[in-house]
């Protein structure tokens, strides 16, 4: 094999390689993210609140080779601006915080989808983890006043709380439920790269 046909070979592979470690790593801006959820109350109306204590990794490139999201949410900073609602929801008829303080998800893989991404990891509540599929959408960069590169990822997926151990309900008198099994989870989450 000549010299040339060896550096066209080598060349060829590092070019295919490229983007297993292209990958930026990104900090989370929690001044500008969020961590909420919507849940059905009484059939009539849709109970909304966030945590305000998380955390996350994440090391993104846009083709979704080496991308890496994870996350974990403190779960007794959750916050539906109902003081008594709040602690019911941290006993143990909800969260049982005291034994599982926190929740948390770990990507295994990140796909380009028809609109934007699809992410697949592993979601952890109450000691119970199962495999979830999410949408993820994602905008930038962009480079902010004082030079920050800035991206935006979006995930909107749904999971049923009785699976993850929150059993606790009230059946109404029309045959309803107080609280509703299907929870809306939503991470709206602004990121500076890091070096």
Request: hydrophobic share 40%; glycine share 8%.
């Amino acid at each position: 094999m000549s010299n040339c046909t060896k550096m066209l070979m080598i060349g060829a592979l590092l070019w295919f390689l490229t983007p297993v470690f292209a990958a930026d790593n990104y900090k989370i801006d929690q001044s500008h993210s969020n961590v909420q959820f919507s849940i059905k109350h009484m059939v009539l109306s849709t109970t909304r609140g966030n945590f305000g204590k998380y955390s996350g990794n994440i090391k993104w490139d846009p083709s979704g080779n080496g991308a890496e999201i994870s996350g974990v949410v403190t779960v007794d900073s959750i916050d539906t601006r109902d003081s008594k609602r709040d602690e019911h929801l941290r006993s143990a008829d909800f969260f049982d915080s005291a034994k599982f303080p926190e929740m948390s998800f770990v990507s295994k893989s990140i796909k380009k989808a028809r609109s934007g991404y699809l992410m697949t990891g592993i979601f952890s509540l109450r000691g119970i983890s199962k495999e979830v599929a999410i949408p993820l959408t994602v905008a930038g960069p962009v480079k902010d006043p004082w030079g920050n590169q800035r991206m935006n990822f979006n995930a909107q997926f749904k999971i049923n709380r009785q699976v993850y151990g929150m059993n606790w309900n009230k059946v109404l008198d029309n045959g309803g439920l107080t609280v509703g099994n299907d929870v809306t989870i939503e991470l709206d989450i602004e990121a500076i790269k890091v070096d």
